[in-house]
């Protein structure tokens, strides 16, 4: 089982970047499937983007090209890298694990059995 704290949100102008960090406790970091989510106030939580064990990625049209996912095993963390942000960007950003066979599901928040606390990110115009 692992555990998940995000860290790196806060306060950005149009146009500015973020790296959101989601650093993670146990033995098994390196087999799981790790996604990003987002939700905004009264919307649904959505997907944002994910990577893979094996290091494949998979982004939601809406960020494809702004923001980048990457993983360092070594330090147990997965990071968000957020760029040309705007104010649509603005939301609570969850990161989330997952023990996946061949990707199937990496979209889907049900796959997800574990999610961190959140943090907010809030893009100002």
């Known amino acids: 089982q692992v555990q998940l704290v995000e860290s790196g949100g806060g306060l950005v102008q149009a146009g500015g970047s973020l790296r959101l960090s989601c650093a993670a406790s146990?033995?098994?970091?390196?087999?799981?499937?790790m996604g990003w989510f987002r939700q905004a106030p009264g919307k649904e939580r959505e997907f944002v983007g994910a990577i893979t064990s094996r290091g494949s990625t998979n982004y939601a049209e809406s960020v494809k090209g702004r923001f980048t996912i990457s993983r360092d095993n070594a330090k147990n963390t997965v990071y968000l890298q957020m760029s040309s942000l705007n104010p649509e960007d603005t939301a609570v950003y969850y990161c989330?694990?997952?023990?996946?066979?061949?990707?199937?599901?990496?979209?889907?928040?049900?796959?997800?059995?574990?999610w961190g606390q959140g943090t907010q990110v809030t893009v100002s115009s």
């Open positions: 146990g033995r098994t970091f390196s087999d799981y499937a």
């Open positions: 989330a694990a997952a023990h996946t066979f061949g990707g199937w599901g990496i979209n889907d928040a049900t796959t997800y059995a574990t």
